[in-house]
């Protein structure tokens, strides 16, 4: 593995180069963030999928250093949007503007321009906001006066929810959700994750200053061109694809929800199993990789029953008895 404390990372081609890379930041970004392996997990996944994350979890767990954090250790330009109930599309996007020196209009680009795009609190924005985010994440790019902008690459949208707190919010329609690659949770520290937590701020650890705290690069942009290629070459067989197929299948037939998953679910299903078990050494999934992922890659892209919530019943506890129920291949 490369020596997380090199300043940077040499560009490489190299797949098994690359994996040593992405692996190292665990190492850099829990400089600065404690206790949130599988966040940071699922963050890399989407990124080899070039797919987008929504983080969900209460107030003060470290989603924002979180992104900050592998930003920094992955050599990408990112940017921040608060996103509040009078934010308007252009203030995302970008705009035309009047160049009165020129006399023509010139287009500013919007912070939706970057690699790593932190969309902080996402549901404070009315839908009109909301859905101006629909195209950059599909398409990859901006239409502004009828002129497509691309948008760089890598590319990944990192939206941040509170779970607890509904009051002035505006639930994500599910045409959006459906664009997030993986919802991830993020829990509250155990306890000795928190000491630790407190123990660095004891010492003088200061969140806005990540340089201070160590965090260097460790991945660039080649090596993550490197590893997607890598997992697209892993080896999926026709076992695997009709497991992944019924299990979304299963949702659809499920008492509790009036929604299953759709085709794009089974698509992003057999995406993230494929990029989990490249990260884990192998070249070729198997059914344990569609059970690693298949939580964070469909619990927003199922709708359950008003009845069935009443009754206690999560999103996720559907997606486990789904899992134990369908028969897993040899």
Known sequence: MMDPTTDNAAPTGDPAAARAALEALRAEIAKAVVGQDPAVTGLVVALLCRGHV???GVPGVAKTLLIRSLAAALELDTKRVQFTPDLMPSDVTGSLVYD???AEFSFQP???FTNLLLADEINRTPPKTQSSLLEAM??????VDGTPRALPDPFLVAATQNPVEYEGTYPLPEAQLDRFLLKLTIPLPSRQDEIDVLTRHA???DP???RAAGVRPVATAADLEAA???VAATTVSPEITAYVVDICRATRESPSLTLGVSPRGATALLATARAWAWLTGRDYVIPDDVKALALPTLRHRIQLRPEAEMEGVTADSVITA???HVPVPR
């Open 322 to 324: 789904v899992l134990s």
């Open 228 to 230: 997607r290629r890598a």
């Open 100 to 102: 009165a020196r020129t």
């Open 110 to 112: 919007g912070p939706v």
């Open 208 to 210: 806005r200053d990540l």
């Open 54 to 56: 929504l983080l969900e």
């Open 138 to 143: 599909e398409e990859r790019q901006v239409t």
């Open 203 to 205: 010492e003088g650890f």
